[in-house]
């Protein structure tokens, strides 16, 4: 069975939601930080896995949005790395954005 992208980010998101909801219920995952995409992704990698143990079926995820969305990722632990001084956002924020627009125009034309 394959997942369309717009399925496929949503998909995420929830396994997101349910990691903080999991790390908010179970204090271990607090206490040792255990970060919330992990939680959810290691539950929805188990249900995953019994799916296909029982059925059979295997869930293909569409991975085309993935390079942007690393690029999005990235792009803000840079910024909020040096958030705090702002001169050096605004000299170094103009690169990262530049290259950001390039590679999101690149991926857009066929």
Same mark, same amino acid.
């Given at each position: ?7 496929? %980010? #949503?998909? /995420?998101? &929830? ?9 908010? *219920?179970?204090?271990?995952?607090? $206490? +040792?930080?255990?970060?919330?995409? %992990? #939680?959810? /992704?290691? &539950? ?9 143990? *029982?059925?059979?079926?295997?869930? $293909? +995820? ?20 040096? *958030? ?27």
């Amino acid at each position: 069975m394959r997942v369309e992208t717009f399925l496929t %980010v #949503t998909l /995420g998101i &929830l396994v997101l939601f349910v990691g903080k909801r999991l790390n908010d *219920a179970i204090p271990f995952l607090r $206490e +040792f930080s255990i970060p919330e995409p %992990v #939680t959810g /992704g290691l &539950l929805f990698s188990v249900l995953f896995g019994i799916v296909y143990a *029982a059925s059979g079926v295997a869930v $293909e +995820f569409n991975l085309a949005v993935r390079d942007v969305l690393l690029v999005y990722f990235f792009t803000t632990i840079g910024i909020n790395a040096s *958030a705090l001084d702002t001169r050096i956002v605004s000299i170094r924020s103009q690169p990262i954005i530049r290259c950001q627009m390039t590679l999101t125009h690149q991926r857009a034309a066929p």
